[in-house]
């Protein structure tokens, strides 16, 4: 079956470091990928997504590149902020899969130092 | 503003006791889904519908119950034969089967705290 595979945590950098969150899936078909954020005590939030291979999704200074060849959407951020602290959710969705096609990774827990 | 309302955000009961817990979206979703969340911990599917009066077991659905009367309503039970109710519980909705490659929206969540 589909799976999604995230490097484990916790991930913790200082303020302006460069940020990657590894994310490698498994699917039977074309997915859509997904990465969410979830700050604590709250729900979760749509980061970024890619839908086929090559696309690259982006928001907030947040990037991550659909590979096929590698089957991976690794999610990386320049300069990270105390305010990203938070942990992040890699995901997939497949089309060809009839009934619940989502499927969520683990979760990597990042906390930033000032 | 469209989304996802869940109440309350925090809900204690005593062991033994059936709680529901809302979910409510107007995002005119077909798919809705409840997950649950133990500390430090990822999400599991519990129940999910894909249209009205409809809903399907996910990968820990003993324990619990659902119902899909209306579009916009997807309410859990957590009944007394779940051994260990305390968590954080999610609520999703998507746009539905026949766009499968879209994005689940999320609820705040409610905290469940069994005493």
């Known amino acids: ?87 992040y959710f890699c995901a997939l969705s497949d089309p060809q899969i009839f009934g619940q096609n989502f499927v969520f990774g683990p979760g990597t827990r990042l906390s930033v130092l000032p | 503003d469209g989304g996802i309302t869940q109440s309350p955000k925090y809900l204690f009961r005593k062991e033994g006791q059936n709680v529901t817990l809302s979910c409510e979206q107007n995002l005119n979703h077909d798919a809705m889904y409840w997950y649950r969340q133990d500390p430090g911990q990822g999400l599991r599917l519990i129940y999910y519908s894909q249209i009205v009066n409809d809903f399907q077991k996910g990968d820990i659905a003993e324990g619990y119950s659902v119902s899909r009367e209306k579009k916009e309503s997807f309410p859990l039970t957590v009944t007394s034969a779940q051994k260990n109710p305390t968590a954080f519980y999610l609520c999703a909705s998507s746009i539905g089967r026949l766009a499968g490659n879209n994005e689940q929206f999320f609820g705040p969540g409610t905290r469940l705290t069994v005493l």
């Open chain 1, 1 to 87: 079956g589909n799976s999604v595979t995230q490097m484990e945590g916790p991930v913790t950098l200082s303020e302006e470091a460069f940020l990657t969150i590894n994310c490698t899936y498994t699917a039977t078909g074309y997915p859509s990928l997904f990465w969410y954020v979830q700050y604590p005590g709250e729900g979760l939030q749509l980061l970024l997504k890619a839908t086929k291979a090559d696309d690259k999704g982006s928001n907030k200074g947040f990037e991550a590149t659909y590979r096929k060849e590698t089957t991976s959407f690794h999610l990386e951020k320049g300069s990270v902020q105390v305010s990203d602290s938070a942990v």
